[in-house]
């Protein structure tokens, strides 16, 4: 079998040490000129691989195609090329731990940090792996440079071999994904798929076909603005009830602090203002339909309780959707699923689908109508300096990519059962992407809850 941790290292390290962080503040599309510096560099080298239909669009994203050498579904592959705004990303230097002894890891730029495998169970599993890190002043960018590896080396390899048989692959690599801007509404057309996957999760063996569902919302508080010195009856803070609206929401639960699994939060990321108007920024999540349309019931209850208590001010708020659960498309058409499970299976994976409390593009792309779930690439301790990830993980992420190119071929097209005029997708010979062993045990417990 190729080795690839080589090529994956070589490719992870010169595209970490390139700067391309999202700004959530900007307006512009890609948020950040800077993230074009990596789609340059990904066109050249795609057109230099000789992939064809290369392609920067005007929304900031590389697409390409790898020519199909057999029938089957048209296949997407996505990763993100912008890191996350959270943490210094400026100057990233990445570097090779080769066969990391087990022990802790130090930072040259950071004495007081480390990483031991006491903290962090899953490192502890990869002694004799090559990892990388960055050396602890900024985040490493894995998350999803390692994405982009993954599928640039699969492309090589892919592009090197014709004989390997596989339909035709469309490569998206998109920017803004972190700021939750990363689906552009052009882009489930110009990828031109049957279904794809994202290159985005964590852990080996991680197949996510479930996230959040989001809203997002926005309160703002009109008090009354007079001169304190003759306030006396007249004046109406805007902060003493934007304080008020807070002190009444649930603190002990639903928040993203006392909630996990499966359970949702209303959680307020930002206030801003004066006496005269305060604004409050929330975001609200839960993993049904329902139950965010209870969390936005409730937020709105307390902005009229608390309006009540002040007639003269003015309370209103603002609830603005933002991404929906995948799991309610995926269920209705378990191919991209299906056949994700039985590539892993192929190489010996135990696979689980561990529902995500948060979104992917791949959220935004499957609500759009490109069914999309999410795979994982190995990275760990993202967004932050502890970041690290092990070339060998990366390895088997790219030979997922590749298993799933090659069982889809082959597979015929036919009109989807489910939803008959959405759009065309495959059932391919059943032999080869059924699923006979089922769910992992997780996917068991998650339908018992359900
Ligand atoms: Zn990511």
């Given at each position: 079998m190729t080795d690839f941790t080589t090529e994956l290292t070589d490719r992870l390290t010169r595209y970490c040490a390139i700067d391309s962080q999202s700004d959530a503040?900007?307006?512009?599309?890609?948020?950040?000129?800077?993230?074009l510096d990596m789609q340059r560099l990904l066109v050249d080298e795609l057109t230099a691989l000789g992939a064809q239909d290369v392609q920067l669009t005007p929304y900031g994203a590389v697409l390409a195609t790898i020519p199909g050498t057999a029938a089957g579904p048209t296949i997407g592959f996505l990763a993100h090329v912008d890191t996350a705004p959270q943490f210094n990303a400026t100057n990233v230097k990445p570097r090779v731990i080769k066969g990391y002894n087990g022990g802790a890891i130090t930072y040259p730029d950071d004495p007081t940090l480390t990483l031991t495998p006491e903290a962090f169970?899953?490192?502890?599993?990869?002694?004799?792996h090559d990892l990388i890190t960055a050396?602890?002043?900024?985040?490493?960018?894995?998350?999803d440079k390692a994405g982009v590896a993954i599928l640039m080396t699969a492309a090589r390899h892919l592009l090197d071999n014709p004989d390997l048989p596989r339909p035709t692959l469309r490569l998206a690599f998109t920017p803004d994904e972190e700021i939750g801007r990363?689906?552009?509404?052009?882009l489930p057309k110009d990828l031109g798929v049957d279904f794809a996957y994202t290159?985005?999760?964590?852990?080996?063996g991680e197949i996510e076909d479930e996230t959040f569902s989001a809203d997002g919302a926005t309160v703002v508080i009109k008090g009354v603005s007079i001169h304190p010195g003759y306030a006396t009856g007249k004046l109406v803070s805007a902060i003493h009830l934007a304080g008020k609206l807070i002190q009444t929401l649930p603190q002990a639960t639903m928040t993203p602090e006392t909630t996990e699994g499966r359970e949702g939060f209303i959680h307020a990321t930002d206030m801003k203002g004066s006496a005269a108007e305060m604004k409050i920024t929330f975001i609200l999540r839960d993993f049904e339909r329902e139950g965010l349309e209870a969390k936005g019931a409730l937020l709105r209850q307390v902005c009229e309780a608390v309006a009540a208590t002040e007639p003269r001010a003015e309370i209103t708020c603002t609830i603005t959707p933002q991404y929906r659960n995948m799991r309610y498309w995926l269920e209705a058409d378990r191919t991209p699923v299906d056949l994700a499970y039985a590539s892993a299976r192929d190489l010996g994976l135990d696979p689980v689908s561990i529902p995500i409390r948060g979104g992917t593009d791949g959220s935004r792309l499957t609500e759009m109508g490109v069914p999309c779930p999410n795979l994982f690439?190995?990275?760990?301790?993202?967004?932050?300096?502890?970041e690290w990830i092990s070339a060998q993980d990366m390895q088997v992420a790219t030979r997922l990519c590749l298993a799933i190119a090659g069982r889809a071929a082959g597979g015929e097209r036919s009109?989807?059962?489910?939803?008959?005029?959405r759009r065309q997708h495959v059932v391919a010979d059943p032999a080869k992407t059924?699923?006979?062993?089922?769910?992992g045990r997780i996917w068991k417990v998650v339908q018992e809850i359900l």
């Open positions: 503040d900007s307006p512009t599309s890609p948020s950040t000129a800077i993230q169970p899953y490192l502890a599993q990869k002694q004799g050396s602890g002043l900024t985040l490493l960018g894995a998350d990363g689906v552009d509404a052009q290159f985005d999760g964590g852990k080996v690439t190995g990275m760990q301790n993202i967004h932050g300096p502890l009109v989807c059962r489910h939803d008959p005029g059924t699923n006979p062993g089922g769910r």
